[in-house]
């Protein structure tokens, strides 16, 4: 077994606060096996970066509570379920709203 102080550590490039203020330094978190070299948080950040250049869609993969988070963040009105609608059908009413809208 690999011992702990053999791990990958993550290389990204961070400010540190300090004592003596903010020092330029490398995140050196833990990089777990199959995060390409990164830590947890800086490796969520790659793959959001990924997706943003690559203009991947990524709403059909939302649940009704992401969507309806997305609403919110970008201060809309959420919409209402209609009476007898189903959820899936909401569900894809307020994700085709946030592609085209949102």
Known sequence: AKDVADAK???VQVQK???DGMVDGVCDEVSP????GY???HYIEYLCG???K???EVVSLMELGEVKAVFTRAGKFIPRQRPGEYEFKYLKRLAQM?????
């Open 9 to 11: 550590k993550c290389r």
């Open 17 to 19: 606060e300090t004592e």
């Open 33 to 36: 096996n199959g995060f390409a």
């Open 39 to 41: 830590c947890k948080i």
């Open 50 to 52: 990924l997706v943003i």
């Open 54 to 56: 690559e203009k991947l």
């Open 98 to 102: 946030v592609e085209e809208e949102v």
